[in-house]
């Protein structure tokens, strides 16, 4: 559709390319365009764009296309009114994610390897489809990226950093299997990706702080200097964007409030000390982004917090959110043939449906199931994401599994044509 006035809004669109294509982006964004603008009349933020590969150009060079977010509240906006961003990206060819093993010294001693880290080449294919896959009721996604934009945007104008600062850090904290972890990642492969016309490449450096601390505790600081080493180098690249991700920070700096109470040695205020110093020389680099995690946010150093730009608590889901993860789970199996089709109502309509019997037996059939959910999804009030996303196949072993058990899958190639072969079937 033509547009007619100015764009009320931005709607994002990610084209991913196969390995084997030479990037032509801007040719591709154009054609890109033109087929949604032809064939669409609203986006729908998070789906996939259909029907792409009736295309001949982008049949040869395409892997995946999707409407990303969008900047305007309605969930499918008209593209007649928006502007429609097209990144195109290519994940790298090397996605196997690196190991970094830090030594305390003795080489020789494989015993005094630490895998103080991975590094992960971005944007992965592994880590496509992640964010989508995150429900926050609130807009944190939203929020986490515009931060992000902002810091490079005030990078860009030359901000004096004597007047205005920030940090480059940001701290995730809330109860364990809230999504935290997979936020990061996901954050820093939307980066990869937005970001890939300024940078060649995307980093991940994932530090794991767990086995970094507890095990070689008295050498730690010597351990984090190497690290950091490591991450200066990648970032004096200044074609490349580089994501820190340190998981668990609690267990970094818990260890001060340890050292001030005299129950910890000194070491452990070097480790903190070292941590800190480093994560000072960073936020004055513009291609680096610290992201940190923890599940205790009361147990992480005041001075860590401190230089958190943004500590966002990340709770346990509410009911509607619940509902959106368990739909997500049941659409999934009816895609892959594990249960019968069936098209479930969202939240607000189940609402909506609740003291309205339909008339026709199918469609009442569909809201007798979308009520279940509903139901189930408040039932599951205080459950994590984590806990949600197991329940499919809990209960498919508990309630289904028996019933499926003529499912091809099981058949046994062996077994004689007609002879029972499955026992308990
Ligand atoms: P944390 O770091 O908070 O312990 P993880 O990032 O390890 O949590 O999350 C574990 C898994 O739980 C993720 O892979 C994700 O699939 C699921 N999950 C957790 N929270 C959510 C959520 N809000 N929406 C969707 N999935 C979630």
Redesign the pocket.
């Known amino acids: 559709p033509r547009r007619t006035a100015a764009p009320k809004g931005i709607v994002h669109v990610e084209v991913r390319l196969n390995p084997y294509q030479a990037l032509q982006t801007p040719q591709i964004r154009s054609i890109v365009r033109q087929y949604i603008s032809e064939n669409f009349e609203r986006a729908e933020p998070g789906a996939e764009v259909e029907g792409w590969e009736e295309v001949e150009v982008l049949r040869g060079c395409a892997e995946r296309i999707v409407f990303a977010e969008s900047t305007l509240p309605d969930p499918f906006p008209l593209l007649s009114e928006v502007k429609l961003v097209v990144h195109v990206y290519q994940p790298s060819n090397h996605t196997g994610i690196q190991e970094f093993a830090a030594t305390t010294g003795d080489e020789d001693d494989d015993e005094d390897n630490v895998m103080a880290a991975t590094v992960q080449e971005l944007p992965s294919r592994s880590l496509d489809g992640l964010w989508e ?4 009721t609130e807009d944190i996604k939203p929020r986490l990226l515009n931060y992000i934009y902002t810091t490079l945007l005030f990078s860009d104008a030359d901000v004096d950093f004597n007047i205005i600062t920030w940090n480059r850090v940001v701290l995730l904290h809330g109860p ?7 936020l990061c990642r996901a954050l820093a492969q939307k980066l990869a990706i937005r970001l890939s016309e300024r940078y060649a490449r995307g980093r991940l450096v994932e530090i794991n702080s767990h086995s970094l601390f507890s095990k070689w505790f008295s050498e730690s600081g010597k351990l984090v200097q190497k690290l950091f080493a490591r991450v200066n180098e990648m970032v004096e690249d200044e074609s490349g964007f580089v994501v820190v991700l340190i998981d668990e920070v609690e267990s970094l700096t818990a260890a001060r409030a340890g050292a001030m109470s005299g129950t910890e040695p000194s070491d452990a205020l070097r480790v903190v000390n070292a941590l800190l110093t480093q994560l000072d020389k960073l936020k004055h680099r513009k291609n680096v982004l610290v992201m940190s ?1 923890s599940n205790i946010a009361q147990a992480i150093d005041s001075a860590f917090v401190d230089r958190a730009d943004i500590k966002q608590y ?1 709770g346990l ?1 509410p009911p509607e ?1 619940n509902h959106w ?1 368990l739909t997500g789970c049941l659409n999934e199996m009816m895609k892959r043939g594990l249960m019968e089709n069936i098209n479930l109502l969202d939240w607000k309509t189940c609402d909506k449906v609740r003291e309205k019997p339909a008339k026709q037996s199918n469609l009442e059939r569909v809201r007798q199931a979308s009520l279940r959910l509903a139901r189930i999804s408040e039932a599951c009030q205080g459950m ?3 806990t949600l ?1 197991r329940l499919p196949v809990l209960s498919y072993a508990r309630y289904m599994v028996s019933l499926s058990l003529a499912h091809p899958a099981f058949d046994d190639p062996e077994a004689d044509e007609g002879a029972p072969n499955r026992p308990g079937y």
Do not use: H, M, Q, V
């Not at 896959?133 to 926050?136: A, E, Q, R, T, V």
């Open positions: 896959s995150l429900i926050y364990p299997g809230t999504g935290k972890t997979s995690t990340i889901p959110a993860i994590s994401g984590r996303r």
